[in-house]
């Protein structure tokens, strides 16, 4: 049987009516692995007869199956899923918030809200989780529901925390590429500051100070580079939006680096400072790396100078030293203009 499914499956969507037509089959295995199969296909043909399947089959399995296409399907099985918050598999009902809270289920919040009154921990982390994702509205029918005395203020506190969190999140990601790299841009930060400085910082500083922070948001691509890709950008932010909360924090993460350390991370944070009005560490920083990089240029070790002194351009030029940036510039093309050969290029070309 399991054969016979990945045959056909590998000539959907044309398999299609062979699979419906199978769910009428007296065979619960049968109907399971049609099921399944109509699952994978997001076929939304066969909805109605899966949803009464759900309802109807006393069979475990299948009952467990047809939850699992509907799941699938999401907010197209919006009114399914709503119902399927009576299950009593916990399993099922718990999957069933969060398929509403991914499809940003409006008609299912009053649901939601009743149940972050639950005592259920797992139900009561789910709803609160789902509520968070479908948004502003569900957060007013929250607040509603605090003052009509139905959920304690801690529930909404928590949850509106949760919300500035994903929406933070949400708008660094957006300055990430599909290769899971960022840069840097005048206003890149822009969206940020609109969103509120008040709700963003608290999210940034969590964001910095916790090495081993997860976030909630699922990347496109490159999972393996958010957490390390938002940390850069919020430490850029905090330097960017101008916060003088952010000093103690950025400064004690520079004192946790080893004093030679010029790392991407330093940079970062030795700019965010400068920006703050702390701007001692980048100086020396700069004065270092040009200095440095003037002395390899001296012996063999030319391309490695220039990327140094190519950098500290870099730097100069996000901090509006544009004269200075171009000075360093000039000096890299001078030291690989000398010693270029006739007809040779150099690795800058």
Not at 2 to 8: F, G, P, V
Not at 307 to 313: E, I, R
């Amino acid at each position: 049987r399991a054969k016979a499914q990945t045959y056909l499956e590998g000539f959907a969507p044309k398999a299609e009516p062979c699979f419906i037509k199978a769910l009428a089959s007296a065979n619960p295995q049968v109907r399971i692995r049609s099921i399944q199969a109509l699952s994978k296909l997001k076929s939304v043909g066969p909805l109605e007869t899966i949803a009464r399947i759900f309802r109807e089959d006393p069979d475990k399995a299948t009952h467990k199956a047809a939850f699992e296409y509907l799941a699938a399907l999401g907010i197209k099985a919006e009114k399914e899923l709503i119902a399927a918050l009576d299950d009593g598999d916990l399993a099922i009902k718990k999957g069933a918030i969060e398929a509403l809270g991914k499809g940003q289920s409006t008609a299912a919040i009053p649901r939601l809200v009743d149940f972050l009154a639950e005592l259920n921990r797992e139900i009561k982390e789910a709803a609160t989780a789902a509520l968070v994702r479908i948004g502003s509205k569900a957060l007013e029918s929250v607040n509603a529901a605090v003052r009509e005395g139905k959920i304690p203020k801690r529930s909404a506190e928590e949850i509106l925390g949760l919300f500035y969190q994903e929406e933070v999140e949400r708008l660094l990601a957006g300055l990430i590429s599909d290769q899971g790299e960022y840069g840097y841009f005048e206003g890149m930060f822009g969206e940020l500051k609109a969103f509120g400085i008040d709700k963003a910082l608290p999210v940034l500083l969590k964001i910095v100070k916790d090495r081993a922070y997860q976030p909630r948001i699922e990347a496109d691509s490159r999972p393996d580079r958010l957490s390390s890709a938002l940390r850069g950008l919020a430490i850029m932010a905090l330097g960017e939006l101008g916060e003088k909360e952010a000093v103690e924090t950025l400064e004690g993460l520079l004192k946790g680096l080893p004093p030679t350390t010029y790392d991407t991370e330093f940079v970062q944070i030795v700019v965010s400072l400068f920006k703050l009005g702390r701007p001692k560490s980048l100086e020396e920083f700069i004065q270092a790396w040009t200095r440095e990089a003037r002395e390899k240029a001296k012996g063999e070790s030319l391309n490695e100078a220039c990327d140094m002194l190519h950098f500290v351009a870099l730097v100069q030029n996000r901090i509006g030293r544009r004269e200075e940036a171009e000075k360093i510039y000039l000096e890299v093309v001078k030291l690989l203009e000398g010693t270029k050969k006739p007809g040779e290029s150099s690795i800058y070309d």
